[in-house]
């Protein structure tokens, strides 16, 4: 901000040269307007740098979190490319648990599927025995079937689960 406040003050000394001292009137009015505009500009500036502080911690700190394997990032030097930064890493982020959610999602179906059969196996199994059926044979092949199912379901859901006491 030094260099704007320096033209504009700059530009105060040479219409002050030019002028007279203006202090009052139409000439006092332009330096009043040039200091004005050297506030704004001023707030402005540090509304911009407050922006820049707040958006480089996220950025930094999303990366940190969800992005620590790419070694080669840098934040962006202005507020909107860091923000387009954040965007891009979140959207990232919003994708990687879409996709988790699909992956669990299709574990809880096979999970859903292999207790439905193994209900209706066993279901099939003891309306056997409560009529008295004698022939075990059938039983014993749909029981097999039933534990296959659900040995296939518990394989799946346990296959990426981290085992009791490691990470």
Same mark, same amino acid.
């Given at each position: 901000m030094d260099t704007t406040r320096e033209s504009v003050e700059r530009l105060i000394a040479l219409y002050s040269r030019d002028h007279g001292n203006p202090t009052f009137g139409e000439k006092g009015d332009t330096v009043a307007a040039l200091r004005a505009l050297l506030t704004r500009a001023e707030a402005a500036e540090a509304e911009r740098d407050a922006a820049m502080t707040e958006?480089?911690?996220?950025?930094? @700190?999303?990366?940190?979190?969800?992005?620590?394997?790419?070694?080669?990032w840098e934040p962006f030097d202005y507020p909107a490319e860091v923000i387009s930064?954040?965007?891009?890493?979140?959207?990232?982020?919003?994708?990687? =648990?879409?996709?988790?959610?699909? =992956?669990?999602?299709?574990k809880l179906a096979l999970a859903v599927g292999a207790l439905k059969i193994s209900r209706e196996t066993h279901c099939g199994i003891a309306e056997h025995i409560l009529q008295g059926g004698?022939?075990?044979?059938?039983?014993?092949?749909?029981?097999? @079937?039933a534990r296959l199912s659900?040995?296939?379901?518990?394989?799946?859901? @346990?296959?990426? @689960?981290?085992?009791?006491g490691k990470p």
């Open positions: 958006a480089l911690s996220l950025a930094k @700190t999303l990366h940190a979190n969800h992005y620590s394997d790419v070694h080669q930064q954040i965007d891009n890493m979140v959207a990232g982020i919003i994708e990687s =648990a879409k996709a988790e959610r699909d =992956a669990l999602q299709a004698k022939n075990t044979k059938g039983i014993f092949s749909d029981s097999q @079937t659900i040995d296939k379901a518990l394989a799946t859901l @346990t296959a990426d @689960t981290p085992k009791e």
